[in-house]
């Protein structure tokens, strides 16, 4: 690239997220790099578009080769807002993240840090998710540089096939260091949900959702498999829902 | 089936929508339904979940056979409910909509209707999403019944494949008869964006999503040819992402 590369950074866990400063200060060895992230937690907030109401981003820092947005969007508004907006020009790579939790296995369908990631991707943009599996707020992203870098340096240079963004959760840091990175296949696991039943000062009921991650999937090459066994796992993520397998197989006439 | 099958219905349109009430008046003609519908309007919510608040769901109608609640929450909140605390035991089906506008193609990925849907299916109850491509608020639904049962009684009498739901589409009523039902896929058809700018009564600006619906795919037997040929679509959708053909041929060693 004769160009410094364009890289659009957003992550659903707002603007001041720990996991997102990291994520900038890396992407800043790689090229030029705009920021476009929420002002409250979208943590949760799937592929959610804001349709009812007006977008109002605000720039908070204009530098050179540096700048930063804060909206009142979700993580896919952000992507929409950065690509047909607030950039002058296609970005080269969005990421986002680095999520504060899991959004291996079941987690990318609830996961607002994901829908920016397929957002892109929809639009033909190389686009990459980085999560680290410890969701605290002063979670400790400082063994994460190196791998960031490795891959997004290859997505750089490389790209991704078309209509193919990468899912890329990261284990939590440990005495044992991180043995390498597997790409391999989204698991089929799923949450237990367990709510909580209370009262509020009323006497109405009301439940606050919980729950249990339970994995049930013994097949190979999973993703929750790669971080079990400390590796990073990378999942090629498509946004075709069709369940190809089936659709000679059912019938309705 | 010796009893008479538990049917739990919701929507992504407020308990409000025409779309809901047509969708109850079928689906109580197959068996006992309860309704679980949020209050609020909740399109373009895809998969959010509510972890930040308590939902608080309040019963409005409780007869034989029938029960119906509304919530806080979203579509997916909703399911989640269902299933864990205000049913008395798993739904023999799900079914969402019947939505006021399109979820074929890429619409899928922003709809609550359809999140609805996937989310029962990730928890293995077969799921149908049902949605009529007009969106108007007072929409005619009067030529989808006859469709809807004949889908739907095939789906309670013979299950669906694990980890597979349905996305059913419907011509809005014309002159012409719908000529059937094509089994399909999803068409990798996008929305091209278009913000319009405008400024608050204090000059700052804001953005409002627009759009135009953009379908580039060509290939036969998609979601979107088979409803601009006047059938309804059908397509089999799962939940897990992966691009399975990218997983061997990736790699970041």
């Known amino acids: 690239m004769d160009k410094k590369p364009l890289i659009l950074v957003t992550n659903d866990d707002s603007i001041k997220a720990p996991g997102l400063r990291k994520l900038i200060e890396i992407m800043q060895q790689l090229g030029e790099v705009v920021v476009i992230a929420s002002e409250q937690v979208m943590s949760g907030m799937a592929h959610a578009v804001t349709i009812q109401t007006p977008l109002m981003p605000r720039i908070l820092k204009d530098k050179k080769d540096y700048k930063e947005y804060v909206t009142n969007g979700t993580p896919t508004d952000n992507v929409k807002l950065g690509k047909h907006r607030l950039l002058n020009r296609t970005p080269d790579l969005v990421v986002s993240g680095i ?3 899991s959004n291996a296995s079941i987690n990318i369908i609830y996961s607002g840090t994901m829908a920016a990631v397929l957002e892109a991707a929809i ?13 605290m707020p002063d979670a400790d992203f400082s063994h994460v540089e ?5 891959i997004t ?35 089929k696991a799923r949450w237990v949900e ?5 009262k509020d000062p009323y006497g109405r009921t009301y439940y606050w959702l919980g729950g249990r ?6 097949r190979s090459n999973t993703d929750e ?3 079990a066994d400390n590796y990073i796992s990378v999942v090629p993520v498509k946004f075709d829902f069709t369940a190809h397998e089936y659709v000679d197989k ?3 006439e």
């Open 123 to 135: 639009d033909g943009i190389p686009a990459i998710g980085f999560s680290l599996m410890d969701y």
């Open 153 to 187: 340096w290859k997505v750089l240079d490389e790209g991704l096939p078309e209509g193919v963004c990468l899912n890329v959760n990261i284990p939590r840091i440990s005495q044992s260091p991180i043995k390498g990175i597997k790409v391999c296949r989204q698991a």
């Open 194 to 198: 367990e709510f909580e039943e209370r």
């Open 225 to 227: 498999q790669a971080l």
């Open 99 to 101: 999520n504060h939790g």
């Open 146 to 150: 190196d791998w960031i870098l490795k």
């Open 213 to 218: 991650f339970v994995n049930g999937d013994k």
């Open 250 to 252: 059912l019938n309705f």
